[in-house]
């Protein structure tokens, strides 16, 4: 008689043995369906193969779950600003208020410069398009001048601000649509920002 302990030191290229002990053990193996979870009826659809009994389509029927369209339908966050576009300061480090994801976000899209635009700036605009690119990069509200060392307003500010204030300000948000014509016949759209 063959004891279970000395089975281990059998070899297991030994046809004769693996064939009686698969019949032996076979009545005890669990089935794949049981072992993949799929053996039982999923909650949410019942299925019907009667109804189509000359076709491999099997029709499905939902079962027990009714919503309206207005609960079925996504629920979005309300943004708080009174502009109702989600643009809002967040404190960081040492208490300074940088932009929000949102504003970052829409600060990098509306400060995007076309390459063929990018070609054409000179050696000082582009330094200057870097280090505003870099404050709104660092999700900050203003940048120093790499040339005159003023503190210049990025993108972000103006679309916090929500509307052109009429100053004329490099990095206007809105074409400058609040200010004057004297001020607008000075400035100059490079591409990237304004001169």
Known sequence: MLVISNMASLPSSSGVFGRLLSNIIAPFNVSRCYASGRWWPQPAFRRF??????????????????????????????????????????????????????????????????????????????????AHMKAINDRKLTYIDPTTKYTVFTISHHLKKGKCCGNGCRHCAYNMENAKEEVRSKKVWNGAFYI
């Open 49 to 130: 193969s009667s109804d189509l009994p000359n076709t491999n389509i099997v029709k499905t029927e939902k079962l027990g779950i009714e919503l309206s369209k207005t609960s079925a339908s996504p629920t979005y966050y309300t943004p708080k600003s009174p502009h109702n576009d989600g643009y809002e300061l967040v404190e960081h480090k040492n208490g300074e208020m940088i932009a929000n994801y949102t504003l970052f976000e829409a600060s990098i899209n509306k400060a995007k410069v076309p390459w063929i635009n990018y070609d054409n700036l000179t050696s000082e605009e582009r330094t200057i398009h870097m």
